[in-house]
């Protein structure tokens, strides 16, 4: 037997070698996802792991859907520092899939790691745009932006979820703080009334108006009882009680907001604007009950 023969013969039997091995993988793969998607998920992660060991054993590492399935089944177990750990291993070797980005991001919330959170979602709507989950890994992108305090991104990326956020409270509730620390405050008083309409009680929603008419008012009162200190004349008194006919009623719509958030949840906070809308209205019994209660 020639020498060519005999390597061909090696290369055979290398070639055999792989493709058993390769056909074991798909197999000990399937039944995996197969235990998975059946809610299986200590049987589709131990499938996993032998695979993994079995690999790693032999100084080599598996391959990356493995590496996968075994994260997001140990995910679905509650084990976070496992999950993480074979899920970072799949993108280390280079491997990429949308399973595995949204498992990354996963986990990430559950140790609250905002920040590797948002790569990961980021990475998702790079890497898969037309993905089958890009819809919730938008919003939920746009909820750590808000949290965040990304709001210029915030911004960029509501055009994509707004259609599922006309019924959504807490997005509408978001986009809402988002503008109102961008000083948008007509989309605010926009997003206000439309979320008021959803949920009466919602408490950003009763903020905003509340915050706005006590501000509204305190600014005016106080530019107009000083230009009036300034100048004593009856044409500045005029001026003074023209303003006070906006002044109180806005602080009437104000002191209305807050008592509905004080019932909602009695803060010190609350108490304390009350307490000041009630001296300015001169009602010094509920000036001094609110007072008292916001210390």
Do not use: H
Not at 4 to 24: D, E, M, Y
């Amino acid at each position: 037997m020639s020498i060519s023969n005999i390597i061909k013969g090696f290369i055979i039997i290398l070639l055999l070698q792989s493709c058993t091995s390769s056909l074991n993988t798909s197999k000990q793969s399937e039944n995996a996802e197969a235990a998975y998607k059946a809610g299986n998920y200590e049987t589709a992660l131990t499938i996993s792991e032998q695979e993994i060991e079995s690999r790693e054993n032999k100084g080599k590492k598996a391959i990356g859907p493995v590496y996968v399935s075994a994260g997001k089944s140990a995910l679905a177990l509650g084990q976070n520092d496992k999950a993480r750990n074979y899920l970072e291993t799949a993108r280390e070797i280079k491997f990429s899939s949308p399973e595995m980005y949204e498992s990354l991001a996963k986990v990430y919330k559950n140790i609250d790691n905002l920040s590797k959170e948002i790569t990961a979602l980021e990475a998702y709507r790079k890497f898969y745009p037309q993905g089958e989950k890009t819809g919730n890994i938008n919003i939920r992108l746009f909820e750590t932006y808000v949290e965040s305090e990304n709001w210029d991104l915030a911004v960029k990326l509501w055009p994509e979820i707004e259609s599922q956020a006309q019924s959504n409270v807490n997005l509408l509730a978001g986009y809402l703080i988002v503008n109102k620390n961008l000083e948008n405050s007509a989309v605010c008083d926009k997003l206000a009334q439309q979320i008021l309409k959803l949920d009466a009680s919602n408490v950003t929603a009763l903020e905003w108006y509340a915050e706005k008419y006590y501000w509204k008012a305190e600014n005016l009162y106080l530019s107009e009882m000083k230009a009036y200190k300034a100048k004593r004349t009856q044409s500045q008194y005029n001026k003074l009680l023209k303003a006070l006919e906006v002044v109180y009623p806005d602080f009437r719509k104000s002191r209305d907001y807050y008592l509905k958030l004080y019932k909602i949840k009695p803060k010190a906070d609350y108490a304390k604007y009350l307490g000041n809308i009630y001296t300015r209205l001169d009602d010094k019994e509920k000036a001094d009950y609110y007072n008292n209660k916001a210390k």
